[in-house]
């Protein structure tokens, strides 16, 4: 290997042997005719701050660091909306269940118009003088400011109009939400298309994953800590939440929001997108070529990972959604509970995610998200026979416990499902994370509203123990089965002998 000013050389050179194995005498070559072939020159591309072994064996410390607090600013503001935002709308503003649910919908479809937007947006060059910061860094940045610019106005009365009939209100309420909700998809999207840009390994892709997750979980316990506190130390502990909590609400959002535009700024300083000053590079990882939409949505497996990851989303977010309903309507428990309850359930999703890399590396991706959706599976029918004194005191912890366990091993295996799907593409990456959100969103707000307009009017106990068990655990049911029968690609359209050589403009490029 020679070294020259634009790059590297390497030389592939034709072996004298016309055995059509490797040297391990039992692989087959891809393409025996390179054998045929006299020497050749096969040029190709790098960042120059990195060298090869970097690029596929080293990534730093501080990178995995960087990368997860990156996402915590929406991940904080995602356990608000989804934990807390039908309580607030609902207990607080005096929403009727539809109207909440309504307000809700409002917002994933806002997100879920957002994502592919964005997605097919950042896959873009980055000629714009604005985005030679990093494509996907702009586009993060954009979303940052927002998520902050707006996030607030949704956790707090109306502004001069508390007096206004609800319609309006709603109004009011959906600018917010929509502009926080593209804000979130633009954050959400780049910092998910960052993943495979990184590292072309898939166990340091596992890796990223899980750390993401992982500081995911650590803003939801960040979260429901604030929540417990400020519940508690108001004198609310032993009360139900009502229209006196407004105040509240505000300063656990201020306080959990503060700690997140922190992380964003690090992650800001200490991420660096590679290959932004010189977008013509064709880099050794593949980033140079974009698959075709025609071509993408034709691969069957699309589809496949799409119902995965919708699934898994939905049992993650609707547990989420409901459990604080079920905990107030069902169990009938105090305004503490409301925050402690999701805390142990983040708690064991958090411990969870140290060891889904090794459970990834044992089982494989497959084996590994059925694992987590037996557990899913279990606490759902535990929840469904879960009643009295001894289930509402002790036993609801150890029912939290499982269901965070297993969003952690679903929520990381689909997201790793995803980045396989990409496989080296990683200029249709962000695109493809935007469909998979797309599905996650809408299907999210139309089974929201759907719940709640059934329960508009219909005050029955045990409804949200039911949506909890057969809808939640219908969800994850549904995923691994659908994990069961999807085959991993190499990559979206892609052969093995194209992975590896590819003709371009007279010279061949490894990818």
């Given at each position: 290997?020679?070294?020259?000013?634009?790059?590297?050389?390497?030389?592939?050179?034709?072996?004298?042997?016309?055995?059509?194995?490797?040297?391990?005498?039992?692989?087959?070559?891809?393409?025996?005719?390179?054998?045929?072939?006299?020497?050749?020159?096969?040029?190709?591309?790098?960042?120059?701050?990195?060298?090869?072994?970097?690029?596929?064996?080293?990534?730093?410390?501080?990178?995995?660091?960087?990368?997860?607090?990156?996402?915590?600013?929406?991940?904080?503001?995602?356990?608000?909306?989804?934990?807390?935002?039908?309580?607030?709308?609902?207990?607080?503003?005096?929403?009727?269940?539809?109207?909440?649910g309504a307000l809700l919908l409002v917002g994933q479809v806002a997100d879920a118009l957002s994502t592919?937007?964005?997605?097919?947006?950042?896959?873009?060059?980055?000629?714009?003088?604005?985005?030679?910061?990093?494509?996907?860094?702009?586009?993060?940045?954009?979303?940052?400011?927002?998520?902050?610019?707006?996030?607030?106005?949704?956790?707090?009365?109306?502004?001069?109009?508390?007096?206004?009939?609800?319609?309006?209100k709603m109004i009011y309420y959906s600018m917010f939400i929509i502009i926080f909700q593209f804000g979130?998809?633009?954050?959400?999207?780049?910092?998910?298309?960052?993943?495979?840009?990184?590292?072309?390994?898939?166990?340091?892709?596992?890796?990223?994953?899980?750390?993401?997750?992982?500081?995911?979980?650590?803003?939801?316990?960040?979260?429901?800590?604030?929540?417990?506190?400020?519940?508690?130390?108001?004198?609310?502990?032993?009360?139900?939440?009502?229209?006196?909590d407004a105040g509240k609400f505000q300063d656990i959002v201020i306080n959990v929001m503060a700690f997140?535009?922190?992380?964003?700024?690090?992650?800001?300083?200490?991420?660096?997108?590679?290959?932004?000053?010189?977008?013509?590079?064709?880099?050794?990882?593949?980033?140079?070529?974009?698959?075709?939409?025609?071509?993408?949505?034709?691969?069957?497996?699309?589809?496949?990972?799409?119902?995965?990851?919708?699934?898994?989303?939905?049992?993650?977010?609707?547990?989420?959604?409901?459990?604080?309903?079920?905990?107030?309507?069902?169990?009938?428990?105090?305004?503490?509970?409301?925050?402690?309850?999701?805390?142990?359930?983040?708690?064991?999703?958090?411990?969870?995610?140290?060891?889904?890399?090794?459970?990834?590396?044992?089982?494989?991706?497959?084996?590994?998200?059925?694992?987590?959706?037996?557990?899913?599976?279990?606490?759902?029918?535990?929840?469904?026979?879960?009643?009295?004194?001894?289930?509402?005191?002790?036993?609801?912890?150890?029912?939290?416990?499982?269901?965070?366990?297993?969003?952690?091993?679903?929520?990381?295996?689909?997201?790793?499902?995803?980045?396989?799907?990409?496989?080296?593409?990683?200029?249709?990456?962000?695109?493809?994370?935007?469909?998979?959100?797309?599905?996650?969103?809408?299907?999210?707000?139309?089974?929201?509203?759907?719940?709640?307009?059934?329960?508009?009017?219909?005050?029955?106990?045990?409804?949200?123990?039911?949506?909890?068990?057969?809808?939640?655990?219908?969800?994850?049911?549904?995923?691994?089965?659908?994990?069961?029968?999807?085959?991993?690609?190499?990559?979206?359209?892609?052969?093995?002998?194209?992975?590896?050589?590819?003709?371009?403009?007279?010279?061949?490029?490894?990818?």
């Amino acid at each position: 290997m020679q070294m020259h000013n634009d790059g590297y050389e390497m030389v592939i050179s034709e072996s004298e042997s016309e055995d059509p194995y490797h040297v391990d005498g039992t692989t087959p070559l891809l393409n025996n005719s390179l054998n045929k072939q006299p020497k050749k020159r096969v040029k190709f591309k790098m960042d120059q701050t990195y060298d090869y072994s970097e690029v596929y064996q080293r990534l730093p410390i501080r990178t995995y660091v960087a990368y997860g607090m990156g996402h915590i600013l929406n991940d904080v503001c995602a356990s608000m909306w989804f934990t807390y935002l039908l309580v607030f709308l609902h207990l607080v503003l005096n929403f009727t269940d539809t109207q909440a649910g309504a307000l809700l919908l409002v917002g994933q479809v806002a997100d879920a118009l957002s994502t592919p937007f964005v997605g097919y947006f950042s896959d873009q060059g980055d000629n714009f003088w604005f985005c030679r910061y990093g494509k996907r860094k702009t586009w993060h940045l954009i979303g940052t400011f927002c998520v902050i610019l707006t996030f607030p106005f949704i956790f707090s009365p109306c502004v001069e109009c508390e007096a206004a009939a609800n319609w309006s209100k709603m109004i009011y309420y959906s600018m917010f939400i929509i502009i926080f909700q593209f804000g979130w998809a633009a954050v959400q999207i780049s910092h998910l298309s960052l993943i495979p840009e990184i590292s072309p390994n898939e166990h340091d892709r596992t890796q990223l994953t899980a750390v993401r997750y992982g500081f995911t979980v650590v803003a939801n316990v960040l979260v429901y800590v604030v929540t417990w506190a400020v519940l508690h130390l108001g004198g609310n502990d032993n009360n139900k939440i009502n229209f006196t909590d407004a105040g509240k609400f505000q300063d656990i959002v201020i306080n959990v929001m503060a700690f997140g535009a922190i992380c964003s700024l690090l992650f800001h300083i200490f991420v660096k997108e590679t290959n932004i000053n010189n977008p013509g590079l064709e880099d050794v990882r593949g980033t140079r070529l974009r698959t075709d939409f025609k071509e993408l949505f034709s691969d069957i497996q699309l589809y496949q990972v799409a119902l995965t990851y919708m699934c898994s989303r939905l049992f993650i977010n609707l547990t989420q959604v409901f459990i604080t309903l079920y905990l107030h309507e069902s169990l009938n428990m105090v305004a503490s509970s409301l925050a402690i309850v999701p805390l142990i359930m983040y708690l064991g999703s958090l411990i969870t995610s140290f060891s889904i890399g090794y459970i990834n590396k044992t089982l494989g991706r497959k084996l590994t998200y059925i694992f987590g959706a037996i557990i899913g599976l279990a606490a759902c029918l535990f929840i469904h026979w879960g009643q009295g004194d001894l289930y509402s005191q002790y036993l609801i912890y150890i029912v939290a416990t499982l269901l965070g366990s297993a969003s952690s091993i679903v929520l990381v295996s689909s997201l790793g499902i995803t980045t396989d799907l990409i496989g080296t593409r990683t200029n249709s990456g962000a695109f493809v994370y935007g469909i998979m959100s797309f599905v996650d969103k809408l299907a999210n707000g139309v089974v929201v509203i759907i719940i709640q307009g059934q329960h508009e009017g219909e005050p029955h106990l045990w409804y949200y123990r039911d949506i909890l068990t057969y809808v939640c655990g219908g969800a994850v049911l549904l995923g691994g089965l659908a994990v069961i029968f999807w085959r991993r690609p190499l990559h979206v359209g892609e052969t093995t002998q194209e992975l590896l050589f590819e003709e371009d403009e007279g010279h061949e490029t490894i990818n």
